[in-house]
């Protein structure tokens, strides 16, 4: 009789719990891998209704997923990763609860760690901005929000006050501080007037971009069409304007100019991760490059994906989009090596984008079907793609009750 084998399964350690993590997490066979997923954040999170949930058209746990719950049979450790060696093939990590150091072996590796925020390095950033990228900076730009509007509403403020208190300044005209905007413009004609009488009308929403235009990305006339929409909405778009530096409460322009206002949104574009920069891979613009299988060259059994690297002399978007659709090839590559089978190459398939410019309208811009459309119909398009493309079923109840209680109840404005 022949003796049965057990060897134990090659150990796949992910880092990360974003798209590309959570995409990898769904079609990876666990009865060819044992699985870790290293991250800081055990959760994942659905961002493109992350500026929903900073003025309350949907809640903050309504667009998250426990990791450990998205995979039964993964092992999830809550830490970040610190170095990678590939001599050895091992990581160093820091527990985020208490900062304890350990290491763990690795068969393979993946890295999707996504990006950071860029501050350009420019002074003030860091300490006087509001970002808009996990969950944790949604809640504190909902509650600056509320704050200013508390605080205009006092008995013996003056007009000049309550109007710099009121004054919401954004930075950065791509699809984050396009939708935020629009999102913000709604929560004050839905549900100010209601619960701050006689405010709405000193509130002003100013967007500044460097460039001579917002959604970069975007078809010029679907760009137009916003800045159009935006005019008719009262959102003052700043076009050429190059932020300086920032202080408490107040912007300062290359052009010397100087703007004061209540909140500072600053979303101006990513930068590479610290795990990421100190890496030693090849990288193009701080993304680690890797080939058309997602593997890193200089490092066998190391793959890089999503939001943190690029594929060799190919301009990959940073969208969620196209984390998802490598994360579902990965898995399936490694389920397809495991079986030794015949593996082709990644191929990103750009399936358009959308985004939400207020007042119950939306772009999209589909660029294989040449569509560009825009407008009340589009907006039901683009909440029906974000409401199936919400990664757990939980999830799409909990957001679609979020959309009928608003429409029904109005935005909850408390502060907490
Ligand atoms: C407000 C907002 C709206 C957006 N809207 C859209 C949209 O409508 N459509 C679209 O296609 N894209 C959108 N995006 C972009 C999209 O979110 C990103 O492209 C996508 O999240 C990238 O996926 P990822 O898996 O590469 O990284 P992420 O989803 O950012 O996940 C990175 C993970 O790595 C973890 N991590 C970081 N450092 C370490 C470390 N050292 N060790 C271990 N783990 C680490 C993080 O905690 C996180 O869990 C939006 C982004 C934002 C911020």
Aim: hydrophobic share 40%; proline share 5%; glycine share 8%.
């Amino acid at each position: 009789m022949k003796a049965e084998r057990h060897t134990e399964p090659p150990h796949v350690v992910i880092l990360g719990s974003g798209f590309a993590a959570v995409m990898i997490l769904k079609k990876i066979n666990l009865k060819e891998y044992r699985v870790s997923v290293v991250s800081p954040r055990n959760h994942f999170l659905f961002t493109p209704l992350l500026p929903s949930t900073t003025v309350g058209t949907v809640e903050f746990r309504s667009i998250i997923e426990p990791i450990r719950k998205t995979r039964k049979g993964i092992d999830f450790i809550p830490a970040q990763c610190m170095e990678i060696d590939p001599e050895s093939r091992r990581i160093e990590c820091e527990g985020v609860e208490v900062g304890t150091r350990f290491s763990l072996d690795y068969d393979k590796l993946v890295i999707a760690v996504g990006a950071e925020n860029n501050t350009f390095g420019l002074p003030g950033v860091e300490e006087h901005a509001l970002f808009l990228k996990e969950l944790v900076d949604a809640r504190n730009l909902r509650e600056r929000i509320i704050s200013c509007m508390e605080r205009a509403d006092l008995p013996g403020i003056s007009e000049q006050e309550r109007k710099k208190l009121l004054h919401f300044m954004i930075v950065g005209g791509g699809p984050t501080g396009v939708e935020f905007a629009a999102e913000l413009h709604d929560l004050i004609e839905e549900s100010m007037e209601e619960n701050y009488p006689g405010l709405s009308r000193l509130v002003k929403i100013t967007l500044y971009e460097a460039l001579p235009t917002i959604l970069g990305a975007f078809d010029q006339e679907l760009r137009s069409y916003t800045m159009r929409h935006f005019d008719r909405q009262g959102i003052d778009l700043q076009l050429n304007k190059r932020v300086k530096q920032i202080g408490e409460g107040w912007l300062e322009f290359d052009d010397g100019s100087v703007e004061e206002g209540g909140l500072i949104l600053w979303s101006t574009g990513y930068s590479p991760t610290p795990l990421v920069e100190r890496l030693p891979f090849q990288k193009d613009r701080g993304r680690m490059i890797t080939d058309e299988y997602l593997c890193v060259p200089s490092a066998p059994d190391i793959y890089a994906l999503g939001d943190c690297a690029t594929i060799v002399s190919q301009s990959l978007p940073q969208t969620a989009q196209l984390a998802m659709q490598a994360g579902k090839y990965l898995g399936s590559t490694l389920n397809r090596k495991a079986k030794g089978k015949e593996i082709k190459p990644f191929k990103f398939n750009n399936l358009g984008m959308l985004a939400y410019v207020g007042e119950n309208k939306a772009l999209a811009e589909v660029p294989k079907a040449h569509l560009r459309l825009r407008g009340a119909i589009t907006y039901f398009f683009w909440r029906s793609a974000y409401l199936t493309r919400l990664v757990s079923l939980k999830n799409k109840v909990l957001v679609l009750f979020d959309w009928i209680k608003t429409r029904v109840f109005g935005r909850d404005m408390s502060k907490f």
